[in-house]
């Protein structure tokens, strides 16, 4: 079906006529000019996402549904790492006319499926034409108590340095998809070779905003004293922590966490493992320090790594490696100033 035949806002009826709100919070949700919330005693938070095609993801590959999911996804996940709870999220979408109704469909079945996953509200959406290819913006609202949002800026001298999950696996599957379409490119009858390589295609196609891990932080008692979550790499967001604490870190690589299958494609590519696991992003993991006296603590809950600690701001920030080398930190993500990135 073509998207001309309902019309703007004949397609965003269709969209959103399924819709139900899960947080009191929600007043009026799609349907007038502005969504109304309502917040008495917490805190609102905001963050926002934009996805462009032939930056972010590549739809050769990436499959609407997984695409959708992954745009709310990553939202949710900047609200986790300020130790609060996504509630609301409005969409905008720039779409062309090699897009049909099905598209769309499938694009927000994957927002849709992530938002009750979250128990998220999807209280606006707002559709226009693009000539560039399609393009995704999410904002999300959260919420937390004044005295549980947690900032990059608290990270304390001697504070252990905690990540969540595995790091690295998404870079992976990029690596993975992209070679596999360079393949297909040049074969008329071409199957993917995806076999035992599942889990690093889902860290990259759909991953997973660590909202267990928020609640396994509560239910202990523990409340950490900087958070960030991983978009850009272990290094990149580590630094972050450092700047806004004016303080430096020693991170240790043997303690670095990292999947077997991960580990597996880097050789297969002829790529540094710690490498992959220090910049690759996309992990959306979440980074955190704690006070030293909670380390038997941390120590005792699943899925989460100690893997160095906090010093002083002159001592900068290392790697120190599996032979005892100090490495300096870089960031290596995107910046506006990567020719190579801005070309692609």
């Given at each position: 079906m073509e998207i001309s035949s309902l019309g703007k806002f004949?397609?965003?009826?269709?969209?959103?006529?399924?819709?139900?709100?899960?947080?009191?919070?929600?007043?009026?949700?799609?349907?007038?000019?502005?969504?109304?919330?309502?917040?008495?005693?917490?805190?609102?938070?905001?963050?926002?996402?934009?996805?462009?095609?032939?930056?972010?993801?590549?739809?050769?590959?990436?499959?609407?549904?997984?695409?959708?999911?992954?745009?709310?996804?990553?939202?949710?996940?900047?609200?986790?790492?300020?130790?609060?709870?996504?509630?609301?999220l409005t969409v905008s979408v720039g779409v062309s006319k090699r897009f049909s109704v099905e598209n769309l469909d499938e694009l927000f079945m994957g927002i849709e499926y992530a938002c009750e996953r979250h128990e998220v509200d999807i209280v606006g959406i707002h559709i226009t034409s693009s000539l560039t290819g399609l393009c995704i913006?999410?904002?999300?609202?959260?919420?937390?108590?004044?005295?549980?949002?947690?900032?990059?800026?608290?990270?304390?001298?001697?504070?252990?340095?905690?990540?969540?999950?595995?790091?690295?696996?998404?870079?992976?599957?990029?690596?993975?998809?992209?070679r596999e379409k360079a393949v297909y490119q040049g074969e008329k009858d071409f199957t993917p070779d995806f076999a035992g390589k599942e889990y690093l295609l889902e860290r990259q196609l759909r991953p997973e905003a660590r909202k267990d891990i928020i609640e396994l932080l509560a239910q202990n008692q523990i409340i950490p004293t900087s958070m960030i979550s991983i978009s850009d790499g272990l290094a990149s967001e580590l630094l972050h922590i450092c700047k806004q604490s004016e303080v430096g870190c020693l991170i240790y690589e043997e303690r670095i966490p990292i999947d077997y299958q991960t580990a597996i494609m880097a050789e297969q590519f002829n790529l540094n493992l710690t490498t992959v696991a220090l910049n690759g992003g996309d992990d959306y993991e979440l980074l955190f320090t704690v006070p030293l006296g909670l380390h038997e603590k941390i120590q005792a809950l699943n899925g989460i790594q100690t893997i160095g600690h906090i010093c002083d701001a002159d001592e900068g920030a290392h790697l120190i490696a599996r032979d005892g080398t100090y490495v300096p930190l870089a960031a290596q993500g995107w910046t506006t100033t990567d020719e190579d990135e801005m070309n692609r």
């Open positions: 004949g397609l965003i009826e269709h969209l959103t006529e399924s819709l139900k709100t899960a947080n009191s919070s929600t007043i009026q949700g799609i349907g007038d000019d502005a969504a109304v919330l309502e917040y008495h005693k917490t805190e609102a938070l905001l963050s926002s996402r934009l996805l462009m095609e032939g930056i972010h993801f590549d739809l050769t590959y990436v499959a609407l549904k997984f695409l959708g999911y992954k745009a709310a996804s990553i939202c949710f996940s900047d609200i986790y790492a300020m130790n609060a709870f996504p509630k609301q913006s999410a904002a999300c609202v959260g919420e937390a108590g004044k005295e549980k949002i947690i900032y990059r800026k608290g990270a304390k001298k001697t504070d252990l340095i905690c990540v969540s999950g595995d790091l690295g696996a998404a870079y992976m599957g990029l690596q993975l998809l992209e």
